[in-house]
């Protein structure tokens, strides 16, 4: 079964930037379409972005234009570049395919805050 671990979190003022990352072990990394999703506190978890195998990015319309999902199918990373940061984007963010079958990570958490 496929191990994730998240990194890259923090405590960042509005308008800030993080760079996240997750490391997954396993094989057939490079096949499977992956996401990224979050989970603020007292609300469900939620989709924020995904990326194919071939590299085609879909975002949710909250985070369209500041946030850009990668890959590197070499090192079995998958990234989220997080940009203006709001104090909605507040959550834990993990990683996952999209059809959800890797055990859940710990997360990472971010938090905007002034």
């Known amino acids: 079964q496929v191990q994730v671990v998240e990194s890259g979190g923090g405590l960042v003022q509005p308008g800030g930037s993080l760079r996240l990352s997750c490391a997954a072990s396993?094989?057939?990394?490079?096949?499977?379409?992956l996401a990224w999703y979050r989970q603020a506190p007292g609300k469900e978890r939620e989709l924020v972005a995904t990326?194919?195998?071939?590299?085609?990015?879909n975002y949710v319309d909250s985070v369209k234009g500041r946030f850009t999902i990668s890959r590197d199918n070499a090192k079995k990373t998958v990234y989220l570049q997080v940009n203006t940061l709001k104090p909605e984007d507040t959550a834990v963010y993990y990683c996952n395919t999209v059809s959800r079958v890797w055990n859940w990570g710990q997360g990472t958490q971010v938090t905007v805050s002034s």
């Open positions: 396993g094989e057939f990394f490079g096949v499977v379409s």
């Open positions: 990326i194919s195998s071939s590299g085609h990015t």
